[in-house]
């Protein structure tokens, strides 16, 4: 085999596998929805009081520069987890005594990412053609409505692969910390990209704007540049249409996706360099060959007692089966054991830190910053709600014993009473002072994120849908008080904002119990 048909064949592999996710079946919906919000519901304004005419480069241009921005966030849990996969499923240790090299291997993941991201592109793209058939002007010239996703959507999506790929070599990024790392990165290079002429325009904001500013200027003499913003309205009147022709194939655009493609080869290479071939275990720490020698010679041990019982089956007699009632303790000390095991000392650490922070800081504070900060620290447990059965596999034996449906709600249970015993001296200070918008806001929220959580694990079966949705809301809600994201009611007042998330974690508790049985079934 070839390096390149080797590379192929486990890009093709790895693609086969993720087309049976139930992951990918949502993905039209959410793409579907994002073309109508972008060319239907509202319309771009540029520089505050310019907006183009609705042709097929202007639905290219502003379908692309949203779709990219929301795919560097978002597409990073939609990809990763293969080489995990490998990991949990064994299939690693295959491979590390195959002759396939880490080069290889790790190429074929990255175009397996790729390939995953230029499906969502092309759904996109067609979703945008369509779209413009129906409310769009002009003739449909393709080229000038595909050139946006050609020359930014795809160069960002190469690094999106690339950084799965990379993240998933190095054994503390391999989990929570490695979302929340990039989170930061990608946040950080997104306000990179907002000032003018950016050498990192890894959201194709800089390339949109200096083309819409040439063309408004052509057009209105009388404006100065360069485009400063872009806003998102309806229903507004006073303002100036221009005439877009779409980006240009020059050789400028061609040297601003460089740095882009360069980051995705830095990724790729430090992956090259941090891949352990499979010699350390899932928690990032290498397996001990001392211990392994030992569990061989366990083992052959073990087999050759085995054979000596096989030749004296006859004198053996088992008790028979019986299967007792559901017991709600044994189940529920269970779930809490695996939802506390194996973290680290410093997360208990600041769990007690944060339940002492609601206890003394101002109220006023607590409710918009120790809270929805303090919450953060139960991201790693919210987002294995629903995920921890099928990650490693164990869902016959754990079903069988106790029902699909009552463990998640033990599972439910677990984190929601996490929530609350972390936010417990808040509400109790939001009572005694009859601030009860804060308390049903804190209240409700707690009930919502784990909902949230166990209905994106069983659904995703991954936790990195819920740890990069959790986070964006964050920042945008609690943080930036956007209300309809104000999950804890930071800084609402009244009961709407709570009413409705209280009803949004029935759904999600809904939508969880009909995916467990989905999972079951």
Known sequence: MTRWQAILSVALADFRERSRSLT???????????????????????????????????????????????????????????????????????????????????????????????????????????????????????????????????????????????????GPLRGTLGTVVYFVSVFALVIASVPPHSPLDFTGLVALREGMASSIAAQYPGFEGPVGSFAYSTGRSDVQTFTWGGLAWTPDIFISRLPILGTAGALLAVATVTFDRFTESDDGTRSDSNATGRSENVAVESSSAAEGMLDTADDLSLASVTTGTFSLLPAFLGELRLSLRGRAWWWYLGYVAGVAATVVAPLNMVRSLVVPISLLLLLPLWSQLGTRERRYRTEELVFVTGGPVRLLGISYLIGAMAGITLVLPALLRFVTTSMWSAFAGVFVGVLFLPAAGIALGVWTERPRVFELGYLVAWYVGPMNNVRPLDYVGAHTTGFTVPAIYLGLTGLALGLAVAGRRHQWV
Request: some cysteine; proline content about 5%.
């Open 24 to 170: 990918l079946l949502a993905v039209p919906v959410v793409i579907a929805y994002l073309v109508k919000l972008a060319t239907v519901d509202a319309t771009l304004y540029v520089a505050g009081e310019y907006t183009g005419t609705p042709n097929a480069a202007w639905f290219g241009g502003v379908v692309a520069g949203i779709a990219t921005l929301v795919f560097f966030l978002f597409g990073y849990p939609l990809v990763t987890g293969s080489i995990s996969r490998d990991r949990e499923t064994g299939v690693g240790e295959l491979l590390a005594a195959s002759p396939l090299s880490n080069r290889r291997y790790l190429l074929g993941k990255w175009l397996s990412n790729v390939a995953v991201l230029t499906v969502a592109t092309t759904i996109l793209v067609v979703a945008t053609t369509v779209s413009f058939l129906l409310q769009g002007t002009g003739p449909l010239n393709l080229a000038a409505l595909i050139s946006p996703f050609l020359l930014i959507t795809m160069p960002t999506m190469a690094v999106v692969a690339a950084a799965a790929v990379c993240f998933e070599t190095i």
